[in-house]
C-alpha cells in the first residue's frame, strides 16, 4: 500500500514537474544533476538521460556552473541569487537557490542531502525586444536619459554618453541628481516632471567637447497616470547656434557699414534742409526731400534688421522707465497724422486721462506703436478709420490699434508674429512689406514683460493689442534741462570718421559750444588731458583701441575721470557703457535735438534763473515751459512728483510751479519734502490747482508761497513767477 501510494505521488510529482512552465534543475551537494524536467530539457538542449547524473557543466552554462557551485561552497549561509545566462540562442534567468538537509525519501536512515535548486525563465523574446528597443534608441542622434521614479539612471543611449561623457555611462544603475549628470547648475526639471510638467532648456557643455545641447525632460506614466520617471532627451544644436550666431554677425556688420555712410548721407541731408547750408530753391528742396524719406526708410529697413540679429543673438538692451503711454501714443499718432490724410483714413485716439505709468523702453515701445499703425493705415487700402486707445485693466496698462481694413484670416492670425510672415494675397504683395515688424514687435513687448495679439475678421478689419505690466514708483528719471543755457562750454568730439565727428561738431556749435575733435584713441586721451573738456561724445568703434577700453581709461584717469562721457554708437551696448561709467547713451544716427539735450543737461549751467515745471498734464507742461522759455527762464520738466524730487536733487531751481493731483507723488507730498529739507526749504513754490483743496492737508498748502487757480493764463503764470522770484531776491537783499 504504501508502495501504491509512493508510486501515485511520484506520478503526481512527475507530472507536475513535466507541466510546468518554468525549466526545474535540483543539484546535488556533489553538483551533480538530480534533477530536470522537460522544460529545463528543452531550455538547455541536453538529455535529460544524459544529464541526470552528470556533473552541473553538463547543462553547457558557465555562469550556471559558476553561481552552483558558490552556492554549494557557502552552504548554510548560500542566498538566491538571479543568474543571466545565454544557452545557444536563448537568453535564460536562472534563479539558483541553495538549500539544506532535504531528506531524501526512500533511503534508509532518512539521510538528508543539501544541494541547489534551480528554476529557469526563458527570457529570449523579452531580452530581443529589449535590444530592438535599444538598438533603435542607440541609432539616434539626439541623446536619451530614462530617470526611474526614485531618480535612479536607469537607461542612456550611446549618442547621451558621447554628449555628456563617460560620467553618464558610470550613473546607470545609481542615483545622480540631475546637475551632475548634465554638468549644470539650477533648478532640477526632473520635480517639474514630477508635476507632470515638460520643460525645455539649452545648456553649453565644454567636455567631452564644446556642445550647445538642448534638454528636453518628459515626465513618463504609467496605465494609471502614475509617474514612473522621466525621459530626458538631448539634442545637439551647436550647428545651428554657431550658423545663426554667423548669420547674426553678418546682418549686424553689413548693417553697420551700411550704417555709417548713412548717419552722414542723412545728417547733411537734414542740415541742408534745415537751410544750414544757405537757402534753397522749391525744387532742391523737393529733390532733397525725397532723398530724406529715402534714407529714412533705409535706416528703418538697417534698423529691422538690426533688431533681428539683436533680438536673436540677446544683445538687445531694453531701458525699463516709467512711460506715460497716454504721450507715447500722440507721438506716434502725430507721425502718422499726414500719411493717414493722404490715404483718406480717419485717425482716431481715445484715451482716458489719469492712467499710470506703465514700464518700458520709450523709444521701443513708440517703435511698436508705430508699427501697428503703419500696418492699420498700410493695410485699409478703401479709406476707414484707425482707432488708437490705451486703457487700464487690472495691473497692466493695454494699448490697442484696430482698423477697418482688409482684416486676417484665423489661419493667418496663428503666424502673423513669426518673422518674415507676410500674408500671401495679391493685396499685400501689392503693398508690399518684409513681415519683419510684428516679430520685431513682439519680441520687444514680450522682453518688458508684456503680451502682444491680434484680433481680426477677414475684410473687416483687425485689432492689434498690447499689455504692459504698471511701472513700479522705484522707476523714475531725471528731466532735461531746456532753456538758455549758459554757453560756451567745451566738448571733446571722438569718432573715428571725419564727417560724422564734422556733423556732431556742427550741431554742438549751432548751440554755442566749443568743440574739438579726436579720431583715436591716443589723440582723445591726450586730448582730453590737455583741454578738460566739460563733455565728451565717444564713438565705441576706434581703431587703435576698443572705445570701452580707452571709456574705461578715461574713468580711471584721475584727470579725467569727472568728465561726463556721452557713447555715440551703433553697437547698442547701453548697458556696457553705463557700467564702464558713461553718463548718457545715445545710438547713430544721431539725433540732433537729443545730442544737444543730453549735452545741456550735463554741462547744465543755467545762465539764467531755472523753474522747475511738476505737472501730469503734457499740454499745461509745454505751453508754461514754451512761455517761460520766452521770458527768459531755464525749464526743467518733470511729469509727476517723484520725477521733481529728483529733479530738484540734481539741481535746485529757483522757483517750482506745482499741480497737486498727480500719480505716483502728489504736490502735497513734494510740498512736505521740499520744505522739511534744509537745503531746499527756500525754494518758492507756486501752486497750480484746478480741484478742490484736501481740507485735511490745508496746512501743508499754506507753506507754498503762491497758488494759482486753473485755468489759467500762461503769460499770467510767467508773470506771477517773475514777482515771486523779484520778492524772494528783494527778501534776500
Ligand atoms: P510687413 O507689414 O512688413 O509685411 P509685419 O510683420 O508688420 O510685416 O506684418 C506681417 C503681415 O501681417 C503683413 O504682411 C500683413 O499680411 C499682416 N498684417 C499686419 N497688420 C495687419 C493689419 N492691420 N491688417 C491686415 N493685415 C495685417
Redesign the pocket.
Known amino acids: 500500500m504504501a508502495d501504491e501510494g509512493n508510486r501515485r505521488r511520484n506520478h503526481g510529482l512527475r507530472m507536475l514537474l513535466a507541466g510546468a512552465g518554468e525549466g526545474l534543475l535540483v543539484i546535488g551537494a556533489d553538483a551533480v544533476v538530480r534533477l530536470m524536467n522537460e522544460t529545463a530539457e528543452e531550455m538547455f538542449g541536453v538529455k535529460r538521460a544524459e544529464a541526470v547524473g552528470s556533473e552541473v557543466e553538463v547543462l553547457g552554462s558557465r555562469e550556471i556552473a559558476g553561481s552552483v557551485r558558490k552556492g554549494l561552497e557557502a552552504g548554510k549561509g548560500g542566498r538566491a541569487r538571479s543568474v543571466r545566462t545565454e544557452v545557444g540562442s536563448r537568453h535564460l534567468t536562472c534563479m539558483v537557490r541553495p538549500f539544506e538537509g532535504v531528506p531524501v525519501e526512500g533511503d534508509e536512515g532518512d539521510e538528508a542531502e543539501d544541494g541547489v535548486a534551480i528554476t529557469i525563465r526563458d527570457d529570449t523574446e523579452l531580452v530581443e525586444c529589449r535590444e530592438r528597443a535599444e538598438a533603435v534608441l542607440a541609432s539616434t542622434g539626439d541623446g536619451l536619459i530614462v530617470l526611474d521614479a526614485d531618480g535612479t539612471v536607469g537607461y542612456a543611449n550611446p549618442a547621451a554618453v558621447s554628449m555628456l561623457g563617460a560620467k553618464v555611462k558610470r550613473a546607470v544603475g545609481r542615483q545622480v541628481p540631475f546637475a551632475t549628470l548634465l554638468g549644470e547648475e539650477g533648478e532640477d526639471p526632473t520635480e517639474a516632471a514630477r508635476c507632470g510638467e515638460r520643460t525645455v532648456r539649452e545648456i553649453v557643455v565644454e567636455k567631452p567637447e564644446h556642445r550647445v545641447i538642448e534638454v528636453r525632460t518628459n515626465p513618463v506614466k504609467g496605465r494609471h497616470d502614475e509617474y514612473l520617471g522621466c525621459a530626458i532627451s538631448l539634442h545637439d544644436v551647436t550647428a545651428e547656434r554657431e550658423i545663426a550666431q554667423m548669420k547674426n554677425e553678418f546682418v549686424s556688420t553689413v548693417s553697420h557699414e551700411l550704417r555709417t555712410p548713412l548717419t552722414s548721407i542723412k545728417g547733411y541731408v537734414d542740415l541742408i534742409l534745415d537751410g544750414e547750408a544757405g537757402e534753397i530753391n522749391e525744387i532742391q528742396q523737393e529733390f532733397l526731400s525725397i532723398v530724406q524719406e529715402n534714407s529714412d526708410r533705409l535706416v528703418a529697413l538697417i534698423n529691422d534688421m538690426l533688431d533681428i540679429s539683436r533680438i536673436e543673438s540677446g544683445r538687445i538692451r531694453l531701458k525699463r522707465e516709467p512711460l506715460q503711454l497716454v504721450d507715447v501714443a500722440l507721438g506716434a499718432v502725430e507721425t502718422f497724422r499726414t500719411l493717414a490724410e493722404g490715404a483718406g483714413i480717419e485717425l482716431v485716439v481715445k484715451l482716458p486721462e489719469d492712467l499710470p505709468k506703465a514700464a518700458g523702453d520709450r523709444d521701443r515701445i513708440g517703435q511698436v506703436m508705430m ?2 499703425i ?3 493705415i ?3 487700402p478703401g479709406g476707414g478709420t484707425v482707432t488708437v486707445r490705451v486703457r487700464k485693466d487690472r495691473d497692466r496698462i493695454i494699448t490697442s ?1 484696430t ?1 477697418t ?4 484670416s484665423k489661419k ?1 492670425q496663428k503666424k ?2 513669426s518673422k518674415f ?3 500671401d ?1 495679391s493685396l ?1 504683395r501689392e ?11 513682439k519680441s520687444i513687448v514680450e522682453l518688458q514683460g508684456g503680451r502682444i495679439w ?1 484680433r ?1 475678421e477677414e475684410g473687416e ?2 485689432t ?1 493689442s498690447f499689455a504692459l505690466p504698471i511701472a513700479p514708483a522705484e522707476l523714475i528719471r531725471t528731466p532735461y534741462l531746456q532753456g538758455p543755457l549758459e554757453g560756451g562750454g567745451t566738448v571733446l568730439v571722438v569718432d573715428r570718421s571725419p564727417e560724422v565727428a564734422d556733423l556732431v561738431e556742427k550741431y554742438l556749435r549751432k548751440r554755442g559750444y566749443e568743440v574739438i575733435k579726436a579720431y583715436s584713441g591716443a589723440e582723445a586721451m591726450r586730448q582730453a588731458r590737455e583741454h578738460r573738456p566739460d563733455v565728451i561724445t565717444l564713438d565705441v568703434i576706434l581703431d587703435d583701441v576698443d572705445g570701452f577700453d580707452l571709456l574705461g581709461r578715461l574713468k580711471d584717469d584721475e584727470s579725467t575721470a569727472d568728465i561726463p562721457v556721452v557713447v555715440l554708437s551703433i553697437v547698442c551696448d547701453e548697458g556696457k557703457s553705463c557700467r564702464l561709467g558713461a553718463a548718457e547713451y545715445l545710438e547713430k544716427p544721431i539725433q540732433s535735438d537729443r545730442l544737444v539735450q543730453v549735452v545741456n543737461s550735463l554741462v547744465g549751467k543755467v545762465s539764467s534763473p531755472l523753474a522747475l515745471i511738476v505737472d501730469d498734464d503734457r499740454a499745461i507742461v509745454d505751453v508754461l515751459a514754451k512761455t517761460l522759455r520766452g521770458k527768459g527762464f531755464a525749464v526743467q520738466c518733470a511729469y509727476d512728483g517723484a520725477e521733481a524730487m529728483q529733479a530738484v536733487k540734481a539741481q535746485k531751481p529757483d522757483v517750482m510751479l506745482l499741480d497737486l493731483k498727480m500719480p505716483v507723488k502728489d504736490g502735497y507730498q513734494v510740498i512736505q519734502e521740499v520744505k522739511s529739507a534744509e537745503e531746499t526749504r527756500g525754494i518758492p513754490i507756486v501752486v497750480m490747482t484746478a480741484h478742490r483743496i484736501d481740507r485735511e492737508r490745508i496746512d501743508i498748502l499754506a507753506q507754498a508761497s503762491e497758488q494759482i487757480h486753473k485755468p489759467f493764463d500762461a503769460a499770467a503764470i510767467a508773470e506771477r513767477v517773475e514777482e515771486v522770484l523779484t520778492k524772494r531776491a528783494e527778501g534776500a537783499a
Open positions: 508699427n501697428l503703419s500696418n492699420a498700410k493695410y485699409s490699434v482698423d481694413g482688409i482684416g486676417i493667418d502673423l508674429f510672415y507676410r500674408v494675397s499685400t503693398i508690399g512689406g518684409t513681415g519683419l515688424g510684428l516679430s520685431i514687435c491680434a481680426s478689419g483687425s492689434f
